[in-house]
């Protein structure tokens, strides 16, 4: 069997980091385990949960079943990407503090990075556009009240 | 117990970058080799160990492989084509309705980012939500590799549970619908548990109007058989017909006698049968109603 390591570049929160996997690394692994950003979550592993959720090219995709040298090139954002360098929060995340949308966190990353994507491309969101696209990121502790309210606030 | 944290198995990552490259790896390697695109389907069958493929073979960097253009009539869409790419295509096409209804009901916004047409028809998973709305439209399907280039009848490519015509050494390449005639309106429409839950039961229809008469249509079922499939007894039954509440009926009995529907974790036999009709039967109706609007 050929297990041919590579080298490969890709963007993360707009730094440009080079890390050698093998074929079968996972961009959720390289991420967590090479690059040391744990915010992107384990879960479910099989694409069901989605809480390992990451932007890539602007896009929501699963890094649970994304091969790390599938995204050689891309630009990619983890939950690490949004506060500001000095630690200013983005509004998404103020949001979810103030309507209480965390409760054990564990789906929070993946839950900020789907309302990011939603209010990137609609500002103006109802109420069942934010549920239609946050459709299918679970939370366990079934607190999607107040994420919605909180996704809501941000409705302009 | 699978540990699903990692990706255990063990395979060569090859990136073509043009359909020529990877016809050749493809020639090299047969069987012992799968093409990924998206990876939704086959990076989970790789960690349950039900595929172990020795090369992995991704065309999703090939240029053309996911265009979407019309030609002549026909749209062509790449089978590298992403669900969001093609729900953002048809949203403004009304012709193409159920196609459209179809792609945005598959899997989540992160799914459809990644799971390509060529995916979800080369799976060939009974409950392909993609597949009974393709099937309505009259779809084709082309396939390029062992020194040929040949299309085929969507009903043709579909064999059974996760089997296809297509060989070994073949890719599909594109989704060909035909030119939709005028005054016809299509439709699809799903049963799940959830939202983003696999179909226990699909149906798609077409259908092309002259006044209050059925003039021709495709009705497909989708979790009811081995494969998603036409219900040709169902579309004789409406063909030059008035459409009435009773050819509703008269459809929906068609439909649930046609089909073979088996039990599962998602759903029964019965279940099955007994709203196959009825949802075959509402489906026709929104299909009919808009092609009186277009």
Redesign the interface.
Known sequence: MTMDKKTIRFTVNKEMVEVTVEPNALLLNVLRNDLGLAGTKYSCGTGACALCTVLVNGEPILSCITLAMAVEGADITTIEGLAQPDGTLDPVQEAFLDHGAIQCGYCTPGMVLMAKDLLNKNPHPTESEIRGHISGTLCRCTGYTSIVRAIKSLSK | MI???????????L?PRSLAEALDLLDKFGADSKIIAG??DL??LM??EIATP?H?I?I?RIPGLSLIREDEGWLRIGAAARW?DIVRYCASRRQYAALAEAASSI?????R??ATIGGNLCTASPAADSAPALLALGSQVKLVGAGRERTLFLEDFFEGVRKTALGPKEIMTEVLIPPVPKDTGSAFAKITRV??DISKISCAVSVSRQGFRCISCRIAMGAVAPTPLRIKGAEETAAGKEVSAALLEDIGRKVAGEIKPITDIRSTAEYRRAVAGVLAGDVFGKAWRRAEEQ
């Open positions: 540990n699903t944290h990692i990706l255990k198995a063990e395979f060569e990552y990136a990876g939704t990076l989970v960690k349950k020795a992995l991704n999703s969001s899997g989540k916004v992160q799914v980012n990644m939202g983003v």
